[in-house]
C-alpha cells in the first residue's frame, strides 16, 4: 500500500508565522517515488490513528496546569479564559464546551443505565464508585446526571461533590417537565442530594415546553433558572433533545438563552428513536458552534451497546453506519469504542456522554477517547519528538498542504490539532484534489498561538500524519 503523503509545502501566515513539520504515514509500505518539495521528508508506516491521538496526548500543554476553582461560583463564561478542571492532557483530551469556557474531557460519564428495557443487570453501588474514581483517575471531568427514573439516583454522584473531588469535576444535571416553579425545586433538591452549592450546567430535558415554534414555555422555564444562575446556585443553562428540529428552533431563535446543547448522534439512525438524518443531526452542531454553543452528543452506543447484543447486530446490519465505524473497528476497537471514537472526530462535538454502571464499561469506554496508555506509545516510538525544519517561504500568507500521493479522485479530510489533543480545525479534501490551505487560525477564525500541532489526513482507509510547529 502506498503511503498517502509525501510532503507538505509550507507558506506562512500574515509575515510571521514559521512552520517545521514531519509527515508520517499508516498506510503501509512507503512508495519509491515520494517527492520532498523543498523538504525533508521522514516517513513512518507504523503510527496508527490511534497511535497519533495518543502522541498528541502526552505533548499536551504541560506548563498550562490546572485551574482548581474549588467551590468559587462563576456564572459567567466571558471572560475568554478556559477553565480547567482535573486537567491530564497526557491521558485524556478536552475541548472548550463552547461559551461556557469549561474545558470538558471527549468523554462523560453519564446516568442512564445504558442497557434497554427487558436488559437490566443486578446494581453494583460499589462497583460505580469505583468506575467513577477510574474515571476521575483517567481524566474526565464531565459528568451527567438526571432525577429521570432511568438514570441511576444522584445519591450515587455525591462523591463527586466531596471537598477532594468538587473542585476536580463539572456537574451537568436536568430538569424534568414540570412549571418553573417546579423546575426550580427539582434543582433545590439535587443541590442538597449532590452535596454541593452550586451546579455547573443544568438542561432542561428532552426539550420539554417546546410545541412546533412556540417555545415560551421552554423560556419560562430559563428565567427560573436564571433565578437560580443569579443566586450562584447554577452557571449555565442547556437543552436536551433527540429532535433535530427542536434545538435548530433553539439555535435560531434563543441562543442567547443557552450555553449548551445535548443532541443525538449514533452511526445508526435505524432503530426507534432516530427520526432525522444524520447530515440533520450535523447541521445542528455546526450551527451551535456558529452560535457559540457548546455540544454535547449522546446515544452513540444506542443505549445498548456494552451488554445487549441485538444491538451490536444491527448496527453490523446496518451498512451506512457499519461504514462509519469499521475504520475504528479494524484498528481493534470494540463497538463501543468505535462508535464514541467516530463520535468525537466530528470536531464540532466537544464531549460525547456514555453511560456506564462499571469499572469494566468505565475502561471499555475510556480505550474510546484515543488517549489511553499515552507514554506506552511514547516509550515504544521514542524518536517522535525530533523535529525536521522545511521553510521554503516564510513571508507569505497562507500554509499549504500538498497530498502527492493520493489516490486520483479521492476524497478526504484534514484535521489539525493542538497537543493536548483538541481539533482547532479541519479542511476537506476534494476530489480530484491534492492540496489544501490552511490559514493558521481555528474553527471560529482565530489565529492560533505558537506551538507545535499535528495534521492528521483521513482518506477512506489511508491515513498520514504529521507536525507542523507555528512560530509568532
Known amino acids: 500500500m502506498r503511503c498517502m503523503m509525501t510532503c507538505m509545502a509550507f507558506r506562512c501566515t500574515q509575515g510571521a508565522l514559521t512552520l517545521y513539520y514531519r509527515m ?20 513512518n508506516p507504523s503510527l496508527s490513528r490511534r497511535s497519533f491521538a495518543k502522541v498528541a496526548g502526552l505533548m499536551g500543554l504541560a506548563a498550562a496546569g490546572q485551574t482548581a476553582l474549588g467551590a468559587r461560583r462563576v ?32 468523554l462523560a460519564a453519564g446516568g442512564a443505565d445504558n442497557y434497554g428495557v427487558g436488559h437490566q443487570v443486578e446494581d453494583d453501588p460499589a462497583g460505580f464508585r469505583d468506575a467513577l474514581e477510574r474515571l476521575l483517575d483517567s481524566g474526565v471531568n464531565l459528568f ?42 427539582d434543582v433545590e433538591q439535587a443541590l442538597t442530594t449532590l452535596g454541593t452549592d452550586y451546579i455547573d450546567l443544568v438542561h432542561i430535558h428532552g426539550a420539554f415546553g417546546i410545541t412546533g415554534s412556540d417555545y415560551s414555555e421552554a423560556m419560562a422555564v430559563f428565567d427560573a433558572l436564571d433565578e437560580l444562575r443569579d443566586e450562584g446556585k447554577v452557571r449555565f443553562l442547556g437543552m436536551t433533545s433527540h429532535s433535530a428540529a427542536k434545538l435548530t428552533g433553539l439555535l435560531e431563535n434563543y441562543a442567547d438563552r443557552v450555553d449548551a446543547i445535548m443532541g443525538f448522534y449514533s452511526p445508526s ?21 456558529t452560535k457559540d454553543v457548546g455540544v454535547i452528543a449522546m446515544k452513540m ?23 462509519l465505524i469499521k475504520p475504528f ?53 521514542p524518536g517522535q519528538g525530533a523535529r525536521v525544519q522545511g521553510i521554503p517561504d516564510p513571508f507569505t500568507r497562507v500554509t499549504t ?5 493520493t489516490p486520483a479522485g479521492a476524497s478526504g479530510r484534514i484535521f489539525i490539532y493542538s497537543m493536548s489533543g483538541e481539533c482547532i480545525t479541519r479542511r476537506d479534501l476534494h476530489p480530484g484534489r491534492r492540496m489544501v490551505s490552511w490559514d493558521g487560525c481555528d474553527s471560529r477564525g482565530a ?26
Open 401 to 405: 498542504l500538498y497530498l502527492g500521493d
Open 24 to 43: 508520517n504515514s499508516s498506510g503501509g509500505r512507503c512508495h519509491k517515488g515520494a517527492r520532498a518539495m523543498n523538504a525533508r521528508f521522514n516517513l
Open 269 to 289: 439512525v435505524n432503530w426507534y428513536w432516530a427520526d432525522e438524518p444524520l447530515d440533520t443531526w450535523c447541521a445542528v452542531f455546526e450551527l451551535a458552534k
Open 144 to 185: 451527567d446526571t438526571a432525577p429521570a427514573s432511568a438514570y441511576r439516583t444522584l445519591d450515587d454522584y455525591a462523591f463527586l461533590c466531596t471537598s477532594a473531588n468538587r473542585d476536580k469535576v463539572f456537574i451537568s444535571s436536568k430538569v424534568e417537565e414540570g412549571t418553573p416553579a417546579e423546575c426550580r425545586a
Open 329 to 381: 473497528i479494524d484498528e481493534g476497537a470494540t463497538h463501543a469504542q468505535a462508535c464514541i471514537r467516530w463520535a468525537i472526530a466530528n470536531d464540532n462535538i466537544d464531549s460525547a456522554v456514555v453511560g456506564m454502571r462499571t469499572l469494566a464499561e468505565a475502561e471499555e469506554d475510556l480505550g474510546g477517547t484515543d488517549a489511553t496508555h499515552t507514554r506506552d506509545i511514547m516509550r515504544e516510538r
Open 75 to 106: 456564572t459567567s463564561g466571558l471572560s475568554g479564559r478556559p477553565e480547567y478542571r482535573n486537567h491530564k492532557p497526557d491521558i485524556m483530551s478536552y475541548r472548550r464546551l463552547g461559551k461556557t469556557n469549561m474545558m470538558v474531557s471527549t
Open 447 to 472: 489565529r492560533v498561538g505558537a506551538g507545535t500541532y499535528l495534521v492528521r489526513l483521513v482518506s477512506g482507509g489511508h491515513v498520514a500524519t504529521g507536525r507542523v510547529t507555528v512560530k509568532r
Open 301 to 323: 452506543l444506542l443505549s445498548a451497546m456494552h451488554t445487549w447484543d441485538d444491538r451490536i447486530g444491527r448496527l453490523e446490519n446496518d451498512a451506512s453506519a457499519w461504514d
